[in-house]
């Protein structure tokens, strides 16, 4: 608005410069410019979603489920030249259709050109994201190994060193703290041992383990350290939210113990570039940026009041900014921390105000503008909205200085072009969608819909109070149409409605605006003269610290995330694109329709576009009958079950990754559509088995925490770890129980039998401690044997394992005797060597074994011999793995290929089944149905499973 006001009042005074007057025909021509960009924008963004979902899917080949990355690639690349050649012939015929009509002046056969346009559009597009696929499933020689090697490196140092801590997960501190600095370099030459250099392409990431280095960006130094070669996430949640470009720029992670093995390098062959020296530009003037931010400000590692005021006003990453980050997209606040569109509205409004100040010319002001927002989108960490304004911003004003009265439209389609042909991908980004979903509500349905909200708005009594109704209605309905345009997004993409997010958008946006207003300017003025900003630390702190409230109150509303099933589970593509497409025209006609019969026509139409999403909740559809699924996060073990429509965690924590909450198994459970989790089990009380666990009572939820006896007592103890998890549980409404040898569980279609420790039991060590359980998964007939068995063991080290393989426990005796019989059986305390375990595994004899742990655990593997007949799944090898059980009994496992970022069913080996069969030696026709369960809840419901069986005798 500012900005297009200053442009009309440039132009007022230099009339001089008005283009001629345009004949008919070309003001006819120029109408059709606007209807060809928005063409071609909507074509192209069909065409880059449409072929990112059906590349690979449509690889059905058995070829497929070997090659994995290898066969998508070729899929992929075989469609690029015809796609190209089709773009091709189809835009001739549209130009040749635009020319003719043009002369002519028939509208028909220029509307037809437009649809043809934007046919060539998509197909244009489709080939960019095929050439793109292409490139993203070649992964580098250097990801063939995770193994970490001491090696001499030389490279140009990338951002000033940010300094970290342990991670972000809520009990991660308790890993101990320890200073790390990061930092990133370029131009790399690895060095060896006789002098021989050799180039590398990518970039490495740099952690030290000591005092603040004294690095410059911009300057080449030598680096002497431990190097781990960067590897594609081994998670679906994680691969799908990774950005496939950064992936194959990023070489690997060096590992430096102190700053004396960092020296000048002596060879200066790979002189930096001028696009190296502008990085190392943007890294100092960012450090100053951030420490004028925080100057003036309570001290402190960690404090969330500081992350957020970090990630609000730079965005980038922050200590303690993932939680806070989390928090907020809890509660539907995600887009107001986000630097975005918001930023830059503001952040241009602040410079047009001191423009106006210093300058008089309005051309002067207009410039003035459009390089504080260029210089903003340079030095932020912008995401997909703030790309989207930053174009707009450049081509309106460019627009407004050739006195072109572009439409609105149009300039948003021709950002959107301009984001798809850099990167295709974005297409599918839910960030890229939101944006340009906002825009169009707030462009098209915000005014009609403060009319419809206050119609008598002109006739109060006086100017004050019009003024201050105005300023709520505008308040209202533009968070009311930005929240109404984003909801068929919202709801196929992550399958959850925040109930709350328009009032609190409400509340939060301007207290928001007032930071940025505060914090903006701090910046910019501690950046030359720091002693003059200090004195606004505090009132800034202030606000943060009220933002931050609201959204801790927030956290305790009840219902706080409505949670549905997305559409595309059980619609399919194109049917959620039309029920998407009839959302936005019943929207249009609520709010800007003129006749009373299609408002009510259109009110009908959202009801009933309402009810898609929440009828597979009133009737949900059939779930997964069991499923297991074996997360990839190094040393830990985090494993997410789902039976029936119940979810269960059987332990979650990592050594390896200390922000394993965030970055993988909250992630996980949302993609899931699991919603609260109903119950979880922790193992025995280390803390790589349970880190996690108070982040998912935070954000998703636990119903029971389940723990041993020896995990009470060590949560007796004040300080420690499980005495932290235990409270902070308990504070969010999670009922603990303590569970011994001869309990019982249901969880959906399972029973989860306890086999181990007996109670009263104290163990020497920790880990004899550890819960056994045996998953028993029902059948489809009522009161048959299970069919299928999992096998759980924790940490059990040579003391357990004894006691376990003596005395089973004693109900499962009685209804079996052969109770450690498994199909599926996880290798105890993550794979490391006992020489008792050999006698455990043939006690099991499981068809399926499953082992949680990193490289350095698995590269002096000696069960090799013990796994002969026996399909095997390593999570540092395979990634994260997945076994399906239906209620027929029939056993799958699937690995996740990381390059492909799909699952990839693997053949299990029956000759073990056979030979049972065939000697006799398992027992589980003659299991009896096990005893009732003592804690049940979350049952099968009984429609379900006869629906179930009855789909089973049909078949």
């Known amino acids: 608005m500012r900005v ?11 009339e001089w410069l008005a283009p001629p007057e345009r004949s008919e025909s070309a003001r006819f021509c120029a109408s059709l410019c606007p209807i060809a960009t928005i063409a071609v924008a909507t074509g192209l963004w069909c065409g880059c979603a449409l072929a990112g979902i059906d590349f690979g899917i449509g690889l059905t080949d058995v070829r497929a489920c070997v090659l994995g990355s290898e066969a998508i690639r070729a899929g992929a690349s075989v469609w690029i030249l015809p796609l190209n050649y089709a773009a091709l012939v189809v835009l001739i015929g549209a130009f040749v259709l635009v020319i003719v009509g043009s002369v002519e002046s028939r509208r028909r056969r220029l509307l037809v ?12 597009g489709a080939s960019l ?14 990801m063939a190994t995770t193994e970490t090697a001491l090696v001499r490196i030389e490279g140009t140092l990338l951002d000033v060193p940010q300094h970290r801590l342990t991670g972000s997960d809520a009990l991660s501190h308790f890993y101990g703290e320890r200073d790390r600095w990061t930092s990133r370099i370029d131009s790399l030459t690895s060095v060896a041992d006789d002098g021989a250099c050799v180039d590398v392409d990518g970039v490495c990431s740099v952690v030290m383990s000591s005092s603040a280095p004294l690095w410059k960006p911009g300057e080449r130094y030598s680096f ?51 696009l190296r020296k502008l990085m190392a530009w943007r890294s100092i003037a960012r450090a100053r940026l951030r420490e004028s931010v925080l100057s003036g400000m309570p001290a ?71 390089i504080v927002m260029l210089a903003a ?81 002109d006739t109060q009594p006086t100017h004050i109070l019009r003024f201050t109704v105005l300023l709520i209605a505008t308040a209202l309905a533009t968070s009311l149409a930005a929240t109404l345009a984003t909801i068929p997004i ?28 505060i914090g903006y300017p701090k910046a910019m003025l501690g950046s030359l003269l720091p002693v003059l900003s200090a004195p606004l630390g505090l009132p800034l702190y202030w606000l943060g610290s009220l933002q931050n409230a609201l959204v801790e109150l927030s956290l305790q509303l009840p219902h706080l995330g409505a949670r549905t099933l997305s559409p595309i589970q059980y619609l399919g593509l194109p049917l959620c694109l039309i029920w998407a497409a009839a959302w936005m025209i019943a929207l249009w006609f609520a709010c800007r329709g003129t006749l009373r019969f299609q408002r009510r026509c259109a009110v009908i139409m959202l009801l009933l576009c309402t009810a898609v999403p929440v009828a597979p909740v009133c009737f949900p559809k059939m779930p997964p009958w069991f499923e297991l699924r074996v997360l990839s996060i190094g040393d830990g073990t985090t494993m997410v079950i789902r039976s029936g429509d119940a979810t269960a965690l059987f332990d979650g924590g990592s050594l390896s990754t200390w922000s394993v909450a965030q970055r993988i198994l909250v992630p996980e459970l949302r993609l899931l559509n699991a919603g609260r989790v109903d119950a979880a089990f922790v193992s025995h009380p280390n803390l790589d088995h349970f880190s996690a666990l108070l982040d998912v009572a935070l954000y998703v939820g636990i119903g029971h925490l389940y723990v041993t006896e020896q995990f009470m007592v060590a949560a007796a103890h004040e300080g420690e770890a499980p005495h932290a998890l235990i409270n902070g549980v308990r504070a969010t409404g999670t009922e603990v129980v303590v569970l011994r040898a001869g309990d019982s569980v249901r969880v959906g279609n399972s029973l989860w039998n306890i086999l181990a420790p007996d109670a009263g039991f104290v163990a020497r060590n920790a880990n004899d401690s550890s819960f056994v359980i045996r998953i028993d998964v029902d059948a489809c007939e009522h009161g048959a044997a299970p069919t299928r068995s999992v096998l759980l063991m924790g940490d059990l080290e040579t003391e357990g394992i004894a006691r376990v393989l003596k005395s089973p426990a004693p109900n499962v005796i009685a209804t079996a005797p052969n109770s450690l019989k498994a199909d599926v059986f996880e290798i105890p305390h993550h794979g490391s060597w006992r020489p008792i375990v050999p006698s455990l595994v043939d006690a099991v004899d499981p068809l399926v074994v499953l082992q949680s742990t990193a490289s350095r655990r698995f590269a002096n593997d000696r069960y090799a011999p013990a796994m002969l007949d026996r399909s095997r799944g390593v999570t540092c090898r395979d990634g994260a793995m997945r076994v399906l059980i239906d209620a027929r009994g029939t056993l799958e496992l699937h690995t ?29 026709q003659s299991r009896a149905p096990p005893r009732e369960a003592r804690y049940e809840y979350s049952p099968c419901r009984a429609a379900h499973v006869a629906n179930a069986c009855s789909l089973l005798r049909r078949e």
Not at 129 to 142: T, Y
Not at 327 to 349: E, P, W
Not at 496 to 513: H, K, M, N, R
């Open 113 to 124: 050109g437009a649809t043809l346009l934007a046919i060539a559009a998509a197909l244009f």
């Open 224 to 274: 002497l350290g431990r190097l781990r070669m960067r590897v594609p996430p081994a998670n679906e949640a994680e691969c799908l939210a990774s950005p496939p470009r950064s992936l194959h720029h990023a070489w690997g992670s060096m590992s430096i113990e102190h700053s004396d093995l960092v020296k000048p390098a002596v060879t200066s062959d790979r002189a930096p570039s001028w």
């Open 377 to 457: 989108l340079c030095l932020l960490a912008p995401t997909a909205s703030a790309m989207r304004a930053a174009s707009m911003s450049v081509i309106g004003v460019a627009g407004g200085l050739a006195r072109r009265d572009w439409n609105s439209g149009a300039i948003l389609a021709a950002a959107a072009i301009l984001a798809l042909v850099a990167a295709p991908s974005t297409a599918l980004d839910p960030g890229f969608q939101l944006s340009f979903a906002a825009v169009l509500g707030l462009r098209f349905l915000a005014t009609p819909l403060r009319a419809r909200i206050f119609p008598a708005l």
């Open 129 to 142: 994201r095929a050439r793109e696929i292409v490139s993203n499933c070649r992964a580098p020689p250097s």
């Open 896 to 924: 996740f290929d990381r390059t492909a970022c799909m699952w990839i069913t693997r053949r299990i080996d029956r000759r073990a089944e056979t030979s049972r069969a065939r000697t006799g030696r398992s027992s589980r």
């Open 4 to 14: 297009a006001s200053l442009t009309r009042e440039w132009w007022e005074k230099h």
């Open 300 to 370: 402190g590692d960690g404090d969330h009041v500081r992350a957020m005021l970090v990630t609000l006003l730079l965005g980038g990453e922050e200590d303690g900014s993932r939680a806070v980050e989390q928090r907020y997209q809890v509660v539907g606040l995600s887009h107001i921390l986000a630097v975005s569109g918001f930023n830059l509205v503001v952040l241009g409004a602040i410079a047009g105000w001191i423009a106006r100040v210093c300058f008089r010319s309005t051309r002067t002001q207009l410039i003035v503008v459009l």
């Open 490 to 517: 919202v709801i196929i993409r992550f399958g959850t409605v925040a109930p709350y997010a328009v009032f609190e958008t409400l509340v939060c946006t301007p207290l928001a605006t007032v930071i940025m207003v």
